[in-house]
Each structure stands twice: as structure tokens, then as C-alpha cells.
């Protein structure tokens, strides 16, 4: 396969179609800033996708697990985990999932009188770390918000719903410091002068922001300074269970928020999870919770 579009498993997305693009250019509140289309691919193998006739809108791509590339006025770019780049319209571009990889990304393709401001500086890769802070279980829950009001309306009450939501997510992004800094702080990681209850709770940050792609203990471990070994024993003696344990139990108690609170399919919610076998989530999560993924809804 040489490369696909779309029909990702577990995908989702929002294209509005030109008489709703048109409500909201046109309306007061909505023209400073709308969605045109919306969508995430989990884990997106031969991804490719290439526009030699320039379209208008911005196109925003975050990727949040694997990585991708870009090209745009002959030149090509890398994008890594935890990066985004916004493509200016007017530009013939392309993009994709690196060769023989997949990506998880998040894209929006958006415009409106203030759409350059959030833009500005941002058509090469940047990144954002996990770091005190860093709050980008924060910034998707925002996305899905903006992608949940579009799948649930297109009146102009959804629309300027969802156009405030975007200045907020694409907010996040433009003045990062500012979005991070708008919470309290915790505390930071390598520093000799930590506690050990102080480092098991960065790692634990460290865990939530990863609960939708892939995490490893080498990388839990880096992120707070120590050995794989060590950073092992410190956070089973303060919390009793292993680091992956741990971590599984993160994304299930996450699946059920997912369950009761959306209508996400199951095979979403595991791939949302960065989980692709819909059998190995669900059997972990009967495992940690006790009943099935489907059972768990009915309940609830």
C-alpha cells in the first residue's frame, strides 16, 4: 500500500460541509476563529495525504505517539512524538506517517480573522515536552470537547460553542507557558532533594500524560533521573505495584471515564488508550475492573 487517506481503525472526525463553513464565516462570533474539519488517527500505518492545489484553510497536525513528516515549499521536515506544526493555506503541501511506522495524530483544519495569530511561528515542528505542568491530557480533553460539539450539533449555538473551545486548544499551544503556568505547581523532577513520595508523584504525572499513547519504564525512569531498577523499587514501595501495573490501571480507570461518559466504541476507546489489540484491552480491563468493557456500560 502505497499510502490512504483515511479509514483508520478506530478514527473519528467531523468534515462540516460548505453551507455550515459558510454560517460561521459569517457570523460575529464564529468568524473570528472556526473549524472547518476535525479528526484523530490512532496509530495511522501508511498515512499520506498530499495537496498540490493549495486549500484555505490552516491545517494543524499534533502528533502525539510514532512520527511523520512534512514537506511544503521544497523543504521536508521530521515530526517526533509530542510535536505539531500548523501549514499555512495557500501552500501546496503534503504529510505522512514515517515509512514502515504509524502515527497518532490530531488535526484540525481551521480559519477565521485571527486564525494567523495562533499560526504565527508555528510552520516548524514544535515541540512540548512532558514537564511540570505540562497539562496535555488537559489540551486533548479540550480537543475532543471542540470534536464531541461538532458530532453532537451543527447549529450556531454548537458552532460558537466550539469556535471558543479552539481559541483555548490552539491558545495551549501558542502561549505555553502561560497554559502550564495557570495551574499549581508540582514538583519537579531530578532533583537530588526530592523525597522519594515527591519522585513517585512525578512519575505518576509523567504516567497520566502518556495515557494516550505508549510509555515505557525506561522513559519513567529517565524522566525522574534514575535507573530503571532503582525508579522500580522506589515506586513499589511507595505505592505497592509496578510501574507498568500502575500504568495499566491509569489508562483502565481512564477507559471507564470513557465508557460512562461518551459514546466512544470500545474499539475507540482502546486505540484512544494507545492500545490496538481491542482482545489485550480488553482483557486487562476485565482484569483490573472486574467485569467487561461492555458490561462496565451497561451499568453505568
Known amino acids: 500500500m502505497k499510502g490512504q487517506k483515511d479509514g483508520f481503525q478506530g478514527e473519528r472526525q467531523v468534515v462540516l460541509p460548505p453551507r ?66 500548523i501549514l499555512p493555506p495557500g501552500l501546496p503541501h503534503s504529510y505522512g506517517a514515517s515509512p514502515d511506522a504509524s502515527w497518532t495524530i490530531y488535526w484540525i483544519h481551521f480559519s477565521g480573522e485571527h486564525a494567523a495569530i495562533y499560526a504565527e511561528g508555528m510552520q516548524t515542528p514544535q515541540q512540548i515536552n512532558v514537564a511540570v505542568n505540562s497539562r ?36 495551549s499551544m501558542r502561549y505555553l507557558v502561560q497554559f502550564r503556568n495557570a495551574v499549581g505547581s508540582r514538583p519537579d523532577s531530578g532533583t537530588s532533594s526530592l523525597d522519594e513520595q515527591a519522585l513517585c508523584q512525578s512519575a505518576i ?63 475507540q476507546i482502546c486505540h484512544k488508550l494507545g492500545i490496538d489489540d481491542q482482545y489485550y484491552f480488553s482483557r486487562i480491563f476485565s482484569k483490573t475492573i472486574g467485569m467487561s468493557p461492555t458490561e462496565y456500560r451497561e451499568r453505568h
Not at 447549529?155 to 471558543?164: F, G, K, V
Request: proline residues 2%; hydrophobic residues 35%; glycine residues 6%.
Open 136 to 171: 496535555i491530557m488537559d489540551r486533548l480533553g479540550i480537543f475532543e470537547e471542540i470534536l464531541t460539539t461538532l458530532q453532537s450539533g451543527t447549529d450556531m449555538e454548537h458552532l460558537r460553542y466550539a469556535s471558543s473551545l479552539l481559541h483555548h486548544f490552539l491558545a
Open 205 to 267: 504525572h509523567f504516567m497520566q500524560e502518556h495515557l494516550e499513547n505508549r510509555m515505557t519504564l525506561q522513559q519513567a525512569a529517565a524522566y525522574i533521573g534514575y535507573s530503571q531498577s532503582h525508579f522500580s523499587a522506589l515506586f513499589r514501595r511507595q505505592t505497592g505495584m509496578s510501574p507498568h501495573a500502575y500504568y495499566n490501571r491509569l489508562k483502565m480507570e481512564r477507559a471507564c471515564q470513557l465508557l460512562s461518559e461518551t459514546d466512544l466504541k470500545v474499539n
Open 20 to 85: 455550515v463553513v459558510e454560517m460561521e464565516r459569517d457570523d460575529r462570533l464564529a468568524s473570528s476563529l472556526y473549524v472547518t474539519d476535525i479528526g484523530y488517527y490512532p496509530s495511522a500505518s501508511h498515512h499520506y495525504r498530499e495537496r498540490s492545489t493549495p486549500i484555505s484553510q490552516f491545517v494543524l497536525i499534533y502528533c502525539v505517539n510514532g512520527s511523520g513528516w512534512y514537506a511544503t515549499q521544497g523543504l521536508e521536515y521530521q515530526v517526533r512524538q509530542g510535536e505539531f506544526f
